[in-house]
C-alpha cells in the first residue's frame, strides 16, 4: 500500500462550505464508498485544524496505488466526485494546496 497526505489552507469565512462539505458527504457515504473502491482506496481521513487563527483541512490517504487515485479521481465517475472537487474549488486559499512528504507508515500488526 502507499499513502499521502496533505494540508488545505481554507479561505476565510468558510466554515459554512465545509460544514455543507462534511453533511453532504456523510449523507451520501455510498457514493463515497464507491469512488473508494474503484480508487482502490483503502483509508481516506479529514480532519480540521487551526494554526496560529489559520484553518487548515488536513487529509491522509492510503491505497494501492496514489497516482491511480489522482487519475481516476479526474475522471469524475461519480457525482460526489464533482461536488467534492467544486467545493474544494470554493474554498481553497490561494496556493493552499501543501503537500506533504511522506517519511514512514508503521503499519500494526
Do not use: C
Not at 488536513?58 to 496514489?66: F, G, H, N
Amino acid at each position: 500500500m502507499e499513502y499521502a497526505s496533505g494540508v488545505i489552507k481554507l479561505k476565510p469565512n468558510s466554515e459554512a462550505k465545509v460544514e455543507q462539505w462534511i453533511s453532504v458527504i456523510a449523507s451520501r457515504l455510498g457514493e463515497a464508498a464507491a469512488t473508494l473502491k474503484d480508487e482502490q482506496v483503502q483509508i481516506e481521513s479529514w480532519f480540521k485544524i487551526e494554526i496560529e487563527g489559520q484553518q487548515y483541512l488536513l487529509w491522509y490517504l492510503r491505497a494501492k496505488s496514489i497516482k491511480r487515485v489522482f487519475e481516476l479521481s479526474m475522471k469524475l465517475k461519480h457525482p460526489i466526485d464533482l461536488f467534492h472537487f467544486e467545493l474544494m474549488a470554493e474554498i481553497t486559499a490561494d496556493n493552499g494546496n501543501i503537500s506533504a512528504v511522506p517519511l514512514m507508515d508503521i503499519p500494526g500488526q
